[in-house]
């Protein structure tokens, strides 16, 4: 499986920016698709998780209802919408798959496949 990030990038707070991941290389039918940040210094971080069946999305509160998650299952890819960016989501942000069937979506340790990720800079 490969995950492909893009769509990060320098932009100032308030503003907007959309994350792709592009996954190949495996079926994804039953897959949980996340998104993860790590800023320097800190520990990565969950953000955001669907299941690629279209399972009710879960965020983590410090991104609820400025970041939306979602996928499209014709192009194998997940987006992650960010509004209302703040200096705070200064991050790598990262994609990740999970192929087994138990664990936290918000715990690291469920993914399988890890993207490289792509950096999110937001200037105040």
């Known amino acids: 499986v490969q995950l492909q990030a893009s769509g990060g990038g320098l932009v100032q707070a308030g503003g907007s920016l959309r994350l792709s991941c592009a996954a190949s290389?495996?079926?994804?039918?039953?897959?949980?698709m996340g998104w993860f940040r790590q800023a320097a210094g800190k520990e990565r971080e969950f953000i955001a998780a669907?299941?690629?069946?279209?399972?009710?999305?879960y965020y983590a509160d410090s991104v609820k209802g400025r970041f939306t998650i979602s996928r499209d299952t014709v192009k194998n890819t997940v987006y992650l919408q960010m509004n209302s960016l703040k200096s705070e989501d200064t991050a790598h942000y990262y994609c990740a798959v999970s192929v087994r069937r138990s664990g936290s979506w918000s715990s690291p340790t469920r993914y399988d496949y890890w993207g490289q990720g792509t950096q999110v800079t937001v200037s105040s």
């Open positions: 669907i299941g690629w069946s279209g399972s009710t999305p």
């Open positions: 290389g495996g079926t994804f039918s039953t897959a949980v």
